[in-house]
């Protein structure tokens, strides 16, 4: 079962992890972001939940991408995949498609998103 949490590090995510085998937690490179994923580092740690992270919009910020990376890694965490920022996003949108359907770079980011996930799954034992 997939569950999609809130952003943030409140109670709902707290919620939303709960009885999870496997996080992904998603961030963007940014002084705030960094912040924020530790904490959820903090608290998949603390349930005994396996993480791993991504960082989206990761080309906006290239060097806090590798400095978030670097602190996912020091505290555990695997990193599953970078996703860019890009304007097909807006353009699946439009055609009412995901992004996965569109022939894009965005596209090909979140197939080998799922795939890392899976990857990490399975390290982990965890069967996606």
Partial sequence: ML???SPGIGCPVIAS???ADLALVVTEPTLSGEHDLERVLQLTKHFGITASVCVNK????????ERIEHTARARGAA???RVRYDTAVTSAQIRAQAV???ESEIGNDVRDLWRG???IG???G???
């Fill in 3 to 5: 569950i999609d949490g």
């Fill in 17 to 19: 992890i709960t009885g």
């Fill in 58 to 65: 990761w080309d906006l910020n290239p060097s806090m991408t």
């Fill in 79 to 81: 990193v599953a995949n």
């Fill in 100 to 102: 996965v359907e569109c």
């Fill in 117 to 119: 996930v899976a990857d």
């Fill in 122 to 124: 399975d390290k982990h």
């Fill in 126 to 128: 965890i069967r996606l």
